[in-house]
């Protein structure tokens, strides 16, 4: 993480999103604003975790981190907003709800929602930056457990593996079953199969 130039600033938080290219459920965010002096090992970019280290490194984060939240847009939210939009909301809820307001927010991707402290947006950066591998983390776990419950009230549709991306299993199970009220009517495979009806 050393390659990385922090701005000047004494409260930095990161901020992610998970759930953008699913075809059901919520885009989750995540802000963390981390401790120097508490650090965390082994932060990474959530998708290059195993899911049980995932878990532990979760748990160490809302412990040692001086503050963190999570934000969201719902299915219906993406499908009135569009899905950029509805991620740059979501990500400004995550900053709102955090206990203490940072001075400066990095973002991963290659821009940011309107704030109201100064922002940057780091390509890759939760590779780069712990703050954002923190906040990658907290999201994807949180959406990860929203899948598995979705999985659990309609175990037809294999949520728990596919986690809504539209992998070939869950195009196979929307065509049999047909859409749910949590999928995103706006994207392609949906959308194609609510005109056929």
């Given at each position: 993480?050393?390659?990385?130039?922090?701005?000047?600033?004494?409260?930095i938080?990161?901020?992610?999103?998970?759930?953008?290219?699913?075809?059901?459920?919520?885009?989750?965010?995540?802000?963390?604003?981390?401790?120097?002096?508490?650090?965390?090992?082994?932060?990474?970019d959530?998708?290059?975790?195993?899911?049980?280290?995932?878990?532990?490194?979760?748990?160490?984060?809302?412990?040692?981190?001086?503050?963190?939240?999570?934000?969201?847009?719902?299915?219906?939210?993406?499908?009135?907003?569009?899905?950029?939009h509805?991620?740059?909301?979501?990500?400004?809820?995550?900053?709102?709800?955090?206990?203490?307001?940072?001075?400066?927010?990095?973002?991963?991707?290659?821009r940011?929602?309107?704030?109201?402290?100064?922002?940057?947006?780091?390509?890759?950066?939760?590779?780069?930056?712990?703050?954002?591998?923190?906040?990658?983390?907290?999201?994807?776990?949180?959406?990860?457990?929203?899948?598995?419950?979705?999985?659990?009230?309609?175990?037809?549709?294999?949520?728990a593996?596919?986690?809504?991306y539209?992998?070939?299993?869950?195009?196979?199970?929307?065509?049999?079953?047909?859409?749910?009220?949590?999928?995103?009517?706006?994207?392609?495979?949906?959308?194609?199969?609510?005109?056929?009806?």
């Open positions: 993480m050393s390659a990385f130039i922090y701005p000047d600033y004494e409260l938080a990161g901020v992610d999103e998970v759930g953008r290219g699913p075809l059901v459920g919520a885009v989750v965010t995540a802000a963390v604003i981390l401790d120097p002096h508490n650090p965390i090992e082994g932060l990474a959530s998708k290059a975790l195993s899911e049980k280290k995932r878990l532990l490194l979760e748990a160490e984060i809302k412990q040692k981190a001086r503050a963190w939240a999570l934000g969201r847009a719902e299915a219906e939210e993406i499908d009135r907003l569009n899905i950029l509805a991620t740059m909301l979501a990500m400004q809820r995550a900053v709102k709800q955090l206990k203490i307001q940072p001075h400066f927010v990095l973002v991963d991707g290659n940011t929602p309107q704030l109201d402290m100064p922002a940057r947006a780091v390509v890759k950066g939760d590779r780069l930056v712990a703050e954002i591998s923190a906040a990658s983390i907290l999201a994807k776990v949180a959406r990860d457990r929203e899948m598995q419950a979705l999985d659990r009230l309609y175990p037809q549709y294999a949520f593996q596919h986690k809504g539209p992998t070939k299993l869950h195009l196979q199970k929307l065509a049999q079953f047909g859409p749910l009220a949590q999928h995103r009517r706006s994207f392609s495979p949906v959308r194609k199969l609510l005109e056929q009806v």
